[in-house]
T-cell receptor, first 112, second 114 residues
Framework: DAKTTQPNSMESNEEEPVHLPCNHS???????IHWYRQLPSQGPEYVIH???SNVNNRMASLAIAEDRKSSTLILHRATLRDAAVYYC?????????????FGKGTKLSVKP | DSGVTQTPKHLITATGQRVTLRCSPR?????VYWYQQSLDQGLQFLIQ???????AKGNILERFSAQQFPDLHSELNLSSLELGDSALYFC?????????????FGPGTRLTVL
């Protein structure tokens, strides 16, 4: 399976934007980039996914590099509730097709 | 609330015992996935069922088994429990098409083996 690399941890201040990077240099043309997050003491939850174009939803934005070898999850105004572990996952012929394959993710801390 | 329910929330048992964890997927979802989350291994896929049939297996031990019933709820059976089986067990159900699907996770069952 194609692999993703994320920083172990990041810190942010409340109400500031947060950019969470993910490298996936071996991504194949049919792999979708998915992001999930896991809040403390909860199950993972879906955040966003994309293939080539940048994507926005109510939770976040996903910026995908032109060569697709990296992507960035953008939280526009971090809140204390956004403190979680964020996972970048590839899904497709090069990634996982059914089950999700979780790496270590990035632990985001948000300071008031 | 993801719409996926899991019972019980907590389970404390002794080594050598057998337990059953239960999961009900979101209404309309046919797939159920089971994952284990331990401190040293992170989140790992165990097994998937689709409409009552086993579809995929991950790092599931032979001591563990699962099934999905006609009403689509699923049970994960863990037997001959060892200390190392202590972990959070999540189930998830899935909606959408391949590669663009979304998995919805339940709140998990925390298993403690003493």
């Amino acid at each position: 399976d194609a692999k993703t690399t994320q920083p172990n941890s990041m810190e942010s201040n409340e109400e500031e934007p947060v950019h969470l990077p993910c490298n996936h240099s071996t991504i194949s043309g049919t792999d979708y980039i998915h992001w999930y997050r896991q809040l403390p003491s909860q199950g993972p939850e879906y955040v966003i996914h994309g293939l080539t174009s940048n994507v926005n939803n109510r939770m976040a934005s996903l910026a995908i590099a032109e060569d697709r070898k990296s992507s960035t999850l953008i939280l526009h105004r971090a809140t204390l509730r956004d403190a979680a572990v964020y996972y970048c996952i590839l899904r497709g012929y090069g990634g996982s097709q059914g089950n999700l394959i979780f790496g270590k993710g990035t632990k985001l801390s948000v300071k008031p | 609330d993801s719409g996926v329910t899991q019972t019980p929330k907590h389970l404390i048992t002794a080594t050598g015992q057998r337990v059953t964890l239960r999961c009900s997927p979101r209404s309309g979802d046919l797939s159920v996935y089971w994952y284990q989350q331990s401190l040293d291994q992170g989140l790992q896929f165990l097994i998937q069922y689709y409409n009552g049939e086993e579809r995929a297996k991950g790092n599931i031990l032979e001591r563990f088994s699962a099934q999905q019933f006609p009403d689509l709820h699923s049970e994960l059976n863990l037997s001959s429990l060892e200390l190392g089986d202590s972990a959070l067990y999540f189930c998830a159900s899935r909606s959408g098409t391949a590669y663009t699907d979304t998995q919805y996770f339940g709140p998990g069952t925390r298993l403690t083996v003493l």
